[in-house]
């Protein structure tokens, strides 16, 4: 009953002034402002699809209320391990985001009013603190900013289903413009990265395999830190560190006679299971005397490598090789590609 009263106490303490406020893009309470915001967001377990999309779309709205507090802003996915009461009563996190569904939370926080599906919970004694998150989202959520940004998240789910209706479509995820960008960087269609995108998350941020890659480009941290990124979860830089990758395995086959579309599967094929491994599929194809520029004369003697006596035959510096889940890689790639070309024409 405590939770449940303050509760109601708090939703229903917007004013008509505050909320003026909030529309000139002035904060009532300045109880944030010039420091740096630390959220985590909980919106559910599941990686790829809706939920996906829903950590995206709160990550950009918590981006957007730090822009209005003037506040800077560090935002991580919450640990299946971890309580965050602890740190939320402490200030070591500012706001946790979860699902709507998530019900009573204990004397301990308090929760805003829902903005989409869900509702941002912060420490009970911080009755300051949720009066200005509760007259920001009562204000932004009724703004062509808010109505753009849900749109952009709520009208991309599959693009593949547009695909399967014939359906044409000028956009293809929530990224597209991200996506344009470091796509001119590498020199590729646009609809290729996106491809590469889609393959990896299905445009989920949210996206952690069992090895630890992460975020939309499925980049491993060691290949972040090597690149002097550090936020996967962010949607540029997560791009960025997987562009910057793609441009060095693309830089590799830069001299070795190859069209632009061969040189493209190889550096799927790298961007997988990595430059080593397929640097042993062409030295292999070589020996056999397989033209090695053509992906489809190296993917001739990956079942091989899966084999002892391929061992023996000649050197594999990284040892057998399945390459089942590179070739189906590669493959479905190209596929989405193509229906990407037929979804987005232009």
């Not at 917007?14 to 630390?38: C, H, M, Q, W």
């Not at 740190?87 to 939370?105: A, E, K, N, R, Y």
């Not at 293809?172 to 991200?178: A, E, F, G, K």
């Amino acid at each position: 009953m405590r939770y449940c009263a303050a509760f109601a106490l708090i939703f229903g303490s917007v004013t008509i002034g505050e909320r003026s406020n909030a529309v000139d893009g002035i904060s009532p309470y300045e109880t944030f402002g010039g420091d740096t915001l630390k959220c985590v967001i909980n919106t559910g377990d599941e990686n790829y699809g809706r939920n996906g999309f829903r950590t995206g779309f709160s990550y950009e709205l918590l981006q957007a209320f730090a822009g209005h507090v003037g506040a800077t802003v560090e935002i991580k996915l919450a640990d299946s391990h971890c309580d965050y009461v602890d740190s939320l009563q402490s200030g070591v996190i500012d706001i946790m985001v979860l699902p709507d569904t998530c019900g009573h939370c204990g004397p301990e926080l308090i929760l805003s009013r829902k903005i989409d599906r869900a509702v941002w919970a912060v420490n009970s004694e911080d009755i300051s603190k949720i009066k200005e998150v509760n007259t920001w989202i009562a204000t932004f959520s009724e703004s062509d900013r808010y109505k753009e940004m849900w749109m952009k998240y709520h009208r991309s789910i599959n693009p593949l289903s547009r695909f399967d209706r014939n359906m044409i479509s000028s956009k293809i995820s929530p990224y597209d413009q991200l996506i344009k960008t470091y796509a001119g960087k590498l020199g590729w269609d646009w609809r290729m990265l996106a491809a590469v995108i889609y393959q990896e998350s299905k445009f989920s941020i949210n996206t952690v395999s069992h090895r630890g890659a992460t975020g939309l480009m499925q980049v491993m941290p060691s290949t972040a830190e090597y690149y002097g990124i550090s936020d996967l979860l962010d949607p540029e830089e997560n791009i960025k560190a997987g562009t910057m990758h793609l441009a060095r395995l693309q830089k590799l086959y830069s001299e070795d006679g190859m069209t632009d579309m061969e040189k493209f599967k190889f550096v799927l094929a790298s961007y997988n299971a990595g430059e080593g491994r397929i640097a042993d599929c062409r030295n292999l194809a070589a020996a056999r005397n397989l033209d090695n520029t053509r992906w489809d004369e190296v993917l001739k003697v990956i079942p091989s490598m899966r084999e002892e006596a391929t061992l023996q035959e000649t050197y594999l510096k990284f040892g057998k090789f399945n390459g089942t889940e590179t070739m189906n890689y590669v493959e479905n790639i190209l596929n989405i590609y193509s229906a990407f070309c037929e979804i987005c024409p232009a």
